[in-house]
């Protein structure tokens, strides 16, 4: 849903908007012009916004993009809104148009469209580039709620959760009121440990969702709120329930349901169910061969795939099997040069440091666990697991207290908390 590294003047900029969020201004908050003549390609852009609020996803919603497309070909916006909901590779010819539109559109719609670009560049994996830029139209442009939304999303994506909240905060101030932001802030809920509460409020949200909705950000928060809570079975079923919505709205047309079953598979696996975690890695990626992903992408949840069955097999103490997989993610990140090295070896420094945990080679694990992701929890809970077991307690007693106190909020930190927070108990 993390590459995170705010630019350097990031703090200056942020100060500014923060600051323009919660104080009312003398002159009519500014919101964007929309540089089109067309009133239904208006209307449609504003219909299809609220869709986006309320989760809706699946074919109808493409539809709707190229009906704003077709109202107005020249407007900028119809073709950027075109881009974010029709599926690679065909998005990126719609992207191209957006941004050429922008530059004789109204300055919010060009600065947007450009802010977007970097952000969505290389399939997001610098997305924190455009912090800047968003801060800057949200201190520009204090009433459109459209910038606040997307920039809660991005403080969200770099655990800048207090900015997050009160960007989301203030779109809801905008109005109309928005299921997406109030789902985005019960998930503050979650880092502060009002597990039932955020639970409550995501079901709340969800009473208020039309028909049809695929309401991911509800699934995993509610997901999330009973992993903290131990709840293994109340975790999958939220899953499962996701699962269904996904399918039966047709998304999995635009990106296959593979990252459900992962998701799946990943609680099993850490609850100790190994052989319902391996049908569900082998379950999720059957939907990927027959999907319309590019082939770079394909290989990425191959590699996933080989990564998930790796661990499984480490699990079932098939040490020999997992090492034979794990060689074939690493023949793949040598395959793909010095940019897969780049971005991958991390994660291949936590598929051996797990394996070499579960065999009991603790010092081979802790080298490999400190090479991989140090701003993920659950990895960080196992270089902590390595250090407790080599009687390190007080390396260990440190690293349980950075997973309790990370803000990454996701299914790592959701699985890694509960073990770290009683550690930290058992260990004083």
């Not at 440990?193 to 208020?208: D, L, Q, V």
């Not at 390595?386 to 007080?394: F, P, S, T, V």
């Amino acid at each position: 849903m993390n590459r995170l590294r705010v630019l350097a003047f990031s703090s200056a900029v942020s100060s500014l908007a923060v600051g323009s969020f919660a104080a009312e201004t003398k002159d009519e908050p500014r919101r964007f012009e929309w540089t089109t003549k067309s009133d239904e390609a208006k209307k449609l852009l504003v219909a299809l916004q609220e869709r986006i609020e309320s989760f809706q996803t699946g074919p109808d919603i493409v539809e709707a993009a190229k009906r704003i497309v077709a109202a107005d070909p020249e407007f900028a916006m119809g073709e950027y809104y075109a881009s974010a909901v029709i599926p690679p590779p065909d998005n990126q010819a719609y992207l191209d148009r957006a941004v050429e539109l922008s530059k004789k559109a109204s300055d919010g719609e060009r600065r947007f469209i450009e802010t977007m670009v970097v952000v969505r560049a290389n399939n997001g994996a610098n997305f924190q580039d455009g912090i800047p830029a968003m801060e800057k139209l949200a201190a520009d442009y204090t009433g459109e709620r459209l910038v606040f939304m997307l920039l809660g999303q991005l403080y969200q994506g770099t655990n800048a959760n207090d900015k997050a909240r009160t960007a989301f905060e203030r779109a809801l101030a905008i109005g109309p009121t928005s299921p997406r932001a109030r789902s985005f802030i019960a998930n503050e809920d979650l880092l502060h440990g009002r597990f039932a509460a955020a639970r409550s409020e995501f079901e709340s949200i969800e009473k208020t969702l039309p028909k049809g909705s695929v309401p991911f950000a509800i699934r995993y928060g509610v997901t999330f709120s009973h992993l903290y809570e131990a709840n293994v079975d109340g975790a999958i079923a939220s899953l499962k329930t996701y699962l269904d919505e996904y399918k039966g709205s047709g998304s999995n047309q635009a990106f296959p349901e593979v990252f459900i079953w992962n998701s799946i598979a990943r609680i099993n696996l850490e609850a100790g169910r190994a052989e319902e975690a391996m049908r569900a890695y082998e379950k999720g990626y059957e939907s990927v061969p027959a999907s319309s992903l590019p082939e770079d992408q394909r290989q990425v949840w191959l590699g996933r795939l080989r990564h998930g069955k790796c661990r499984v097999l480490a699990k079932m103490g098939k040490h020999e099997e997992a090492w034979a997989e794990a060689e074939k993610v690493r023949q793949m990140i040598d395959a793909g040069g010095e940019p897969a090295k780049q971005y991958y070896l991390p994660a291949y420094h936590y598929l051996v440091g797990y394996l070499k945990l579960e065999r009991g080679d603790l010092d081979a694990a802790v080298e490999h666990l400190k090479q991989a992701n140090q701003t993920d929890p659950f990895q960080k809970l196992l270089l902590a697991r390595a250090y407790e077991r080599k009687g390190i307690k007080d390396s260990a007693r440190a690293v349980y207290q950075e997973v309790v106190d990370s803000t990454a909020n996701g299914i790592e930190r959701a699985l890694a908390y509960p073990e770290a927070k009683r550690k930290l108990t058992s260990l004083s």
